[in-house]
């Protein structure tokens, strides 16, 4: 199993792009989610999903779309990219509400 | 909603010595309390995890206690190393809630 796989790794935008966090995972997990992680902060939630075709909002959404199509990918949209929002951003999946949710290793967002 | 305090934010220890690590949560529904450690530059990863039913667990150096009257359960590392030295989460959440409650983290620093 590849677990929780994130791309890219890095990415430097400009104010104004778009760009697609893309999040899959190889266990069947029903739940996923996207957290962001500013230097030194905890983790805030952006949103996350309990099933393919469905999506539910976080505690910081705004800025950010998202869409689950199938039960392996959950890709992060982000539009018109603002400084506000460079971070660490962690894509993650779990069986359920009530068990280990397992992380992807991150992608370092720097919008400049 | 629920709400998880999470203290001290900042913790050092010389090695060999222990750590303990506090939150408090505020759904008194909340029946599922995991741990997670982040080392730096990768995404959280579960180190214990204790659900209501259960007191206290053990998993060698990790212990994790739980008072569900005074809401607050806890993180113990006994006989700390250097590689201990991280940031650690702590969580909570309930079967009916879609998603973790995070706190806002503490920092181990464990000095040889």
């Known amino acids: 199993n590849a677990g929780v796989t994130q791309t890219p790794k890095f990415r430097i935008l400009k104010i104004g792009q778009s760009m697609t966090l893309q999040c899959a995972q190889d266990?069947?997990?029903?739940?996923m989610y996207w957290y962001r992680q500013d230097p030194g902060m905890g983790l805030k939630l952006i949103y996350y999903?309990?099933?393919?075709?469905?999506?539910d909002k976080g505690e910081v959404p705004n800025g950010y779309n998202v869409s689950r199509s199938t039960t392996e990918d959950f890709p992060l949209r982000l539009e018109l990219a603002a400084p506000s929002q460079t971070s660490v951003y962690f894509c993650?999946?779990?069986?359920?509400?009530?068990?280990?949710?397992?992380f992807g290793p991150g992608t370092r967002l720097t919008v400049t | 909603g629920e709400n998880v305090e999470q203290h001290p934010s900042t913790l050092s220890v010389q090695e060999g010595d222990s750590a303990v690590i506090k939150c408090t949560y505020s759904?008194?529904?909340?029946?599922?309390f995991p741990w997670y450690k982040q080392e730096l530059g990768k995404g959280p990863q579960l180190i214990i995890d204790?659900?209501?039913?259960?007191g206290e667990k053990k998993d060698q150096r990790i212990a994790v206690t739980l008072n569900k009257t005074a809401k607050h359960f806890s993180l113990h590392i006994t006989e700390t190393q250097p590689e201990d030295s991280a940031v650690y989460f702590c969580?909570?959440?309930?079967?009916?809630?879609?998603?973790?409650?995070f706190g806002k983290g503490t920092k181990l620093s464990v000095k040889p």
């Open positions: 993650a999946s779990t069986f359920s509400a009530v068990y280990e949710q397992y």
């Open positions: 266990m069947n997990h029903n739940y």
């Open positions: 999903s309990v099933g393919a075709g469905i999506t």
């Open positions: 759904d008194s529904a909340s029946n599922y």
């Open positions: 204790i659900r209501s039913n259960v």
């Open positions: 969580a909570a959440s309930k079967v009916s809630q879609g998603n973790l409650i």
